[in-house]
């Protein structure tokens, strides 16, 4: 098993080692310089970051993976925003970043505590997801990016409203379900 993972860590490696040269190649054979090829990078290597521990790592991959992403999440925005030169992409990156990152912990630390309840866990999911909606859609609005509540952001949040309905239900039908069964009225 050390061995499959192992040979999925180089595969995974190599892929993302040839995007970047690839990317270099290109962007000197082009622009005769490094322009876009690092941001590219850049982002690739966060990729690989956070894709490393899930790739390495036996135990609790997933919140190893969160947490390299909640420590880079950061350096990442002010590099794109120095290599971008566009003002306000680090403020209003980490505001929604922040706040991604508490909805993915969240989520996250739920799993792990109701592991035998993940219809639950996934309606819990998807109705908290309708809070980090309106609060992106406050940080757009208030910085300019986007000047009203548009028709796909009203989508959006029904959407996310009718998928916890769904799964909260069938969490529900389920759990009446195991409790008949267990009583043994139901064979």
Same mark, same amino acid.
């Given at each position: 098993? !050390?061995?499959?993972?192992?040979?999925?860590?180089?595969?995974?490696?190599?892929?993302? /080692?040839?995007?970047?040269?690839?990317?270099?190649?290109?962007?000197?054979?082009?622009?005769?310089?490094?322009?876009?090829?690092?941001?590219?990078?850049?982002?690739?290597?966060?990729?690989?970051?956070?894709?490393?521990?899930?790739?390495?790592?036996?135990?609790?991959?997933?919140?190893?993976?969160?947490?390299?992403?909640?420590? =880079?999440?950061?350096?990442? =925005?002010?590099?794109? !925003?120095? =290599?971008?030169?566009?003002?306000?992409?680090?403020?209003? %990156?980490?505001?929604?970043?922040?706040?991604?990152?508490?909805?993915?912990?969240?989520?996250?630390?739920?799993? @792990?505590?109701?592991?035998?309840?993940? #219809? =639950?866990?996934? %309606?819990?999911?998807?109705? /908290?997801?309708?809070?980090? !909606?309106?609060?992106?859609?406050?940080?757009?609005? @208030?910085?300019?990016?986007? !000047?009203?509540?548009?028709? #796909?952001?009203?989508?959006?949040?029904?959407?996310?409203?009718?998928?916890?309905?769904?799964?909260?239900?069938?969490?529900?039908?389920?759990?009446?379900? /195991?409790?008949?069964?267990?009583? %043994?009225?139901?064979?």
């Amino acid at each position: 098993m !050390e061995k499959k993972k192992n040979n999925y860590f180089i595969i995974v490696s190599s892929l993302f /080692l040839i995007a970047i040269i690839t990317c270099l190649i290109c962007d000197v054979l082009i622009n005769k310089s490094f322009t876009w090829s690092l941001i590219v990078i850049s982002a690739i290597i966060l990729g690989w970051s956070i894709l490393y521990p899930i790739l390495k790592i036996n135990n609790n991959k997933i919140a190893y993976s969160l947490l390299t992403l909640t420590l =880079l999440i950061l350096p990442f =925005l002010y590099i794109l !925003e120095k =290599l971008l030169n566009v003002d306000k992409l680090f403020l209003i %990156g980490t505001c929604i970043s922040l706040v991604s990152l508490w909805y993915l912990w969240s989520i996250y630390l739920l799993f @792990r505590v109701l592991k035998k309840r993940k #219809t =639950l866990v996934m %309606g819990i999911a998807f109705l /908290l997801g309708i809070p980090l !909606e309106l609060f992106i859609i406050v940080i757009l609005v @208030r910085f300019h990016i986007q !000047e009203i509540v548009s028709f #796909t952001n009203y989508l959006s949040i029904i959407i996310l409203f009718v998928l916890a309905i769904i799964f909260l239900v069938k969490d529900s039908v389920y759990q009446k379900m /195991l409790n008949i069964k267990n009583r %043994g009225y139901y064979d």
